[in-house]
């Protein structure tokens, strides 16, 4: 199991000990996240949060609202589910489904393969005597920005989900309760996004038709919730005018 020793508050076992007898428990394991795909469920009890603010770095105002990052802390079972489908939809995409400048939450991709393409482009442009614009947008707090509608039309109609999969994320996405917990004090439940294990890769698919529409002069890197898509385009020299509206 990849899954990290911490728990939960909510889980019943706590996840060391889990780890520990890790062949009493696969069984038991196995068949719930089978029933949950076959039965396209996520299960309700797996959906509960409890979301932490904690500092994005060490030094930041402690009275200002954005320097927090809400880490949420989810059950060990929904997150194992999770991974599970994780890996099934990377193994979906990866059949010429993603985009291939797609840097974010890619398998030996990352910052530094998003910033080799864009600076070896740029340089190739200069030494073609051509001009290069680029063109930096970011996103702030980019996980909450997916739109469940747009996303499931997605999902449907880009990758082609039907039946037994597309109802297992209509299942996932719906409902999910989330308790603020600061100190010992926790709030009541609220119904809301927030991050979890799949959701980068929900994220990343919801963007997909909005890259695959400007390439292959484009990459795009998502770093946890903070999106850049940089866009570069070449110009002719003997341009008199460039427009970026």
Known sequence: MKSAPKSCQLDPVPTSVIK???DVFVPYITNIVNTSLSSSCFPE???IAYVRPLLKKAGLDREILK???PVSNLKFLGKTIE???SSRINDHISDNLSDVFQSAYKQNHGTETALIRVNNDILTALDN???TALVLLDLSAAFDTVDHDVLIFRLRNHLGLRDTALNWCKS???QRPQHI???NAISDAVVLDYSSIISSIMFMLMTLRSTSHSNPVNTMLTHHSELWKIV???FGVGCSKTSLN
């Open 181 to 183: 917990c600061i100190g």
């Open 20 to 22: 520990q007898c890790i």
């Open 83 to 85: 991974r599970v489908v």
């Open 67 to 69: 320097n927090y990052r």
């Open 172 to 174: 996932y996405l719906s």
């Open 232 to 234: 570069y385009k070449k």
């Open 45 to 47: 009890s797996q959906k």
């Open 129 to 131: 005597g051509m001009i």
